[in-house]
């Protein structure tokens, strides 16, 4: 699995967006970039993933760049609650392959 | 809707003694993880199940072993316990041919 690369911490004012960034540059082909979110010792709560196009759901957006080397992860209007450590994880996602290896994520500090 | 149930939610133990944590995944989903959180870690991936056969192995110690039964769930066992095994314990499921893995509260297991 692709390792890939975080800064430690971002803050961010509420109600603005929260763009947080990772590389990944030894992603394969087919692996797919997911994003999971961990709110104080609660079980990691999945965001969002993708592959090649970009992405969005209710929560977040995924945009990733074209040569796939990096990958952000946008919350449009970041509230205390976004307040977690944020992992991106490079995974095949299948049933036999889909183990995640958590890296040391970024701490999303939401502030009033 | 229903969600991953871990128990015991919190286990005490002494040094030398054994455990047990079970996991009991959404309905409908044959794929089981483990995952170990230290504190002031990041979770790490132990051992996964599908279909009720392990489909890999991470880094789990020669004294844990895991099974997943014929309704789908998962225990973990663990012997020979020591200070170190003191974590957080998160099983999480998905069902095949899915991307997303639904993590459980966790298991807050402390060896004394």
């Known amino acids: 699995d692709a390792k890939t690369t975080q800064p430690p911490s971002m803050d961010c004012a509420e109600g603005r967006a929260a763009n947080l960034p990772c590389n990944h540059s030894?992603?394969?082909?087919?692996?797919?970039v997911y994003w999971y979110r961990q709110i104080h010792s609660q079980g990691p709560q999945y965001i969002i993933h993708?592959?090649?196009n970009n992405e969005t759901n209710e929560m977040a957006s995924l945009i990733i760049t074209e040569d796939r080397k990096s990958s952000t992860l946008i919350l449009p209007h970041a509230t205390l609650r976004d307040t977690a450590v944020y992992y991106c994880i490079a995974s095949h996602g299948s049933s036999n392959t889909g183990k995640l290896i958590f890296g040391q994520g970024t701490t999303l500090q939401v502030k009033p | 809707a229903a969600g991953v149930i871990q128990s015991p939610r919190h286990l005490i133990k002494e040094k030398r003694e054994t455990a047990t944590l079970k996991c009991y995944p959404i309905p409908r989903h044959d794929t089981v993880y483990w995952y170990q959180q230290g504190p002031g870690q990041d979770p790490q991936f132990l051992i996964s199940f599908y279909e009720k056969m392990q489909s890999d192995k991470g880094s789990i110690p020669d004294r844990f072993s895991a099974q997943q039964f014929s309704d789908y769930h998962s225990e973990l066992n663990m012997s020979s316990l020591e200070l170190g095994d003191s974590a957080l314990y998160f099983c999480a499921s998905s069902p095949s041919g899915y991307n997303e893995q639904f993590f459980g509260p966790g298991t807050r297991l402390t060896v004394l």
């Open positions: 993708g592959l090649k």
């Open positions: 030894t992603i394969s082909g087919n692996e797919y």
